[in-house]
């Protein structure tokens, strides 16, 4: 017998919640250990490689709130809902806002920035990793310049996590719903 509250949908299936979260904690692992744990460093970024080209697939077959097609929105749409949210008007939406599906597209493109900027600085300082020939005898500046487009994105995808927290804060109490709780057991109220 299924003992959830009738008032509640179901929105976030396993997939997409257990890529959140494990997305959620290999990122951290990530940028915790940068330069002071390298293997893990690595291993860490790798698997967010994995992790957002099971995504993307999952964007295009998964269920419906996970489609790319049911969360992003034309920029003119993202603009209306932020300055609704300004306004404290914006409509409630069951998966992923505008801002939000914006945020996750930010998210996918400071992602893979930083990952592929990380394989070919990792090949280029570490002589290591897959593209360890291409990258080898590259000068010190191109591998200065490498680790600063590295740290960028890096950091970019940090200020995009803040960003998202005070989003997730900012429309749980707009719309007076647990957002975190929501992709937690994947229920959002009907």
């Not at 690595?42 to 964007?59: D, E």
């Not at 591998?143 to 927290?165: C, G, K, M, S």
Request: proline share 2%.
């Amino acid at each position: 017998m299924d003992n959830t509250n009738t008032n509640e949908i179901k929105v976030w299936d396993r997939f997409v919640r257990a890529f959140h979260w494990s997305l959620v904690v290999t990122f951290a692992v990530c940028y915790l250990t940068e330069d002071d744990f390298m293997t893990l460093h690595v291993w860490s970024g790798y698997a967010i490689m994995m992790l957002l080209a099971l995504r993307f697939i999952w964007g295009f077959i998964g269920s419906e709130h996970a489609r790319f097609s049911d969360f992003v929105y034309r920029p003119s749409m993202v603009w209306q809902y932020a300055r609704d949210v300004l306004l404290l008007r914006a409509k409630r939406y069951i998966g992923h806002n505008p801002a939000g599906g914006a945020m996750i597209v930010m998210f996918f493109i400071g992602l893979i920035l930083a990952s592929l900027s990380g394989v070919v600085l990792y090949g280029a300082d570490e002589q290591a990793g897959p593209l360890a020939a291409m990258m080898s005898g590259v000068s010190e500046s191109t591998e200065e310049l490498l680790e600063e487009v590295h740290e960028f994105f890096a950091n970019f995808t940090v200020l995009l996590v803040f960003i998202h927290l005070g989003g997730i804060l900012f429309e749980s109490l707009l719309h007076r719903e647990n957002l975190v709780q929501a992709m937690i057991n994947g229920r959002k109220k009907a």
